[in-house]
């Protein structure tokens, strides 16, 4: 086994590839997994298939990410994606872009978290590709699921309810410690750097992992492909703000949202609260939350939340979708106001997501 | 539409996306493309995985490709792999970073290169993402195959003939000329850059067309599914020496190969012999020639070329697979001596690919 500080450089491609295969296990449908030309897997009528990428001093940073930690996000922003199409996620593809310079312990950690992500939630690696980057870390992943229903954004109606599920705003109030110098360890504990107390601790440990070991709910979203009570969904990766747009577009529908009603992270709220800053502002705009947001039929909420406790998963009814131009409404003690998609442009101005300072 | 040299920062990712999107066309099998959180495909029940990506300054060069020949390759360089199994692309993905400068008409050109690509060999676009890069851009293509027999590279047996599909060492030629200042149009034509003569230019073409934008056989390659006569297949992408020792490592047996027998491109060879060079070291090491490698049983070698003639596909026998502990001996005029996998590294060092001088 190589030093963990051994730079890759010094293993090189072909001897990399073979212990990254090594660790690859077997799984239950894979034909031919990694170690030729393509993998081959059993699939069903209907396949979903996503891919998103993390890239280094945009999506993460490596002195704030460890890389277990980091290798299950990269699966997990994708299961995301399948989650929002209530499939089941199967097979993965990963592609990496790695500086020569990479110490051999971060891409052996970061595999660590991918496998065991990986085996969490059913989905086996099937292929990969490793390549030099002369920037940073690019990991892109692909990832197939099965699908049955096909949940689309497009089938929101007018008078459905808009429910989130879990609560919003920890993760991107975890980017914000991360960015003040809180961490955690690669085990997803807080690491003492001095910034928590006794009385913080919970607070602070719950919105870093939100930021850096997010989770989805798969499970439940797998039901949603089992009855017509939900008529659209997406995952909220960039924000309410954003992501409830999209609906609204793909639906053409405007949403009415009762800020009152919006499920504010309570321990992020709390740390905000204390800082003098706007928790509802992460909660709408923040991003990252990797929770669904669903056009329910009103006359069924009541069943979709029974089925919900199973998984010990709040489901919040925060609006509803009317009829008219495609936008997003806030109703605050105020009044109504357009709320417009200021999705969370980490590290950067809005349009593309730019490049951070060194 | 944005003038082509328009910072892609200038238009934002929002409006990227969407105009990206609006340029897919919908396809077979595509119950939902791009535009949701995952694309639905109509799927068989065996499907072939395969992802790969060209990396700036490490697999092409802004200034060596020309965007649209760029995007082809994108493609194609998945294609092959698909081609090695035997498989027939269906579904791609294409996952971008690109630096914020990047001009819109690289952009655009790129899609142009893909989506035609796609359209020549019945591949939909049904997915990809767009992030920005702090170092150079990232073209990452995962793409789906429908498979029928699993054609894999363990499958080789004592006595198969080792056959190569077309002529070897023209894109490796290509990129020599490359680094001496030839280049390609964005049509594929020959530049004038004095380079060369009305003697030399269809060499140069041919070797300049074979690096930056390759043609796998792919028909041939799906009658390979039909019957048993290809025990074992691979595709040339890291040259002869180094993909035959894959198909011996995973096979487990050695391989003979007669260098007198190597197809070495002919245009390629009398380019090198113009100027002293070595045209079988290209053959043999040069990489990215995408053809097929296949072990086949002898006794079927004669139908498979009548076969393969109906593609005006050369296939030439170089040697046979034998008992052994992995390798491969090349039988020259001096005798027969182990021939290392010396796989040609882009721009670098042996080991990972290393990061070019600017």
Redesign the interface.
Known sequence: MHAPETP???????A?VQLLRSRIPEGPGV??GV???????????????????L?????FRRDWSPPRLLGRKALTVNL???A??A?LPR?A???L????DTAFGFLDGLYDGLLERGAETGVHV???????????I?I?V????Q?DR?L???GAQPGDLVVVTGTLGAAAEGLRLLAQGARLGSEGQLEDTGMWTASSAAALSRCLRAQLDPVPPLAFARTLSENNVVHA???LSDGLSADLLRICE?SGLAARVDAAAVPVDPLAAGLERARGGDALALALHGGEDYELLLAVAPDRFDALRDLAVIWDLPLTVVGEFVAGEPRVLLTTGAGTEPLPPLAHEHF?????????EA
Do not use: K, W
């Not at 950067?348 to 951070?356: D, F, M």
């Open positions: 890759i450089r010094e293993i090189g491609e072909r990399l034909v031919a170690g030729d030309d393509a993998a081959a897997v059993e699939t069903s009528p209907l396949t979903l298939v996503t891919t998103d990428s890239v280094e001093g945009v999506h995301s994606d399948i929002a199409m499939g097979y593809t990963v592609s872009c790695l500086p020569p099937v292929g990969g590709n490793l390549a030099a980057s002369p920037g940073g690019v892109d692909a990832l197939l699921g699908g096909v689309r954004r497009s969904a997406i995952d793909a950067g101005a809005p349009g593309l997501p730019a490049v951070p």
